[in-house]
């Protein structure tokens, strides 16, 4: 058994999801959400919801491209390299990508709790 495993980001479901990267799923990570998401301009990359009902913070990543997050209210312009932390479970959160070839990583996981999978993601992609 190898102590890593690696892969290009395009090598992780572009063909069949081309907006999203289940890189948590494709993994096997245990200890915190992380996926890509992929867009062209004007597309919602990140999908407005909050994280109330799971309590995770998350971290949003601007791989590349560019971005316009709204969270709890406030517009963000995020060119490639930008990183916005959101530690408030009950911000309303969306971002739109502003570029072809903008892609999103987010990552996940609950303050102080060990890391339980929402499962949304396998059962999105086993529904398929």
């Not at 063909?15 to 301009?41: C, L, M, Q």
């Not at 949003?60 to 517009?75: E, K, M, Q």
């Not at 990508?97 to 339980?116: F, N, W």
Request: proline fraction near 4%; charge should be negative.
């Amino acid at each position: 058994m190898s102590a890593y495993t690696a892969c290009h980001l395009d090598e992780i479901a572009a063909e069949k999801w081309p907006y999203w990267a289940p890189i948590r799923h494709h993994f096997d990570v245990r200890s915190f959400g992380i996926n890509a998401w992929r867009g062209t301009d004007g597309d919602e990359v990140i999908k407005r919801h909050t994280e109330e009902e799971s309590g995770q913070e998350e971290l949003y990543i601007v791989l590349s491209g560019r971005a316009t997050f709204t969270v709890g209210g406030d517009d963000i312009e995020a060119p490639a390299g930008t990183l916005i932390y959101i530690r408030d479970p009950q911000a309303e959160r969306v971002g739109f990508a502003k570029q072809d070839g903008t892609v999103v990583l987010s990552l996940g996981a609950t303050a102080g709790t060990a890391y339980e999978p929402s499962g949304w993601d396998t059962s999105f992609l086993e529904g398929s």
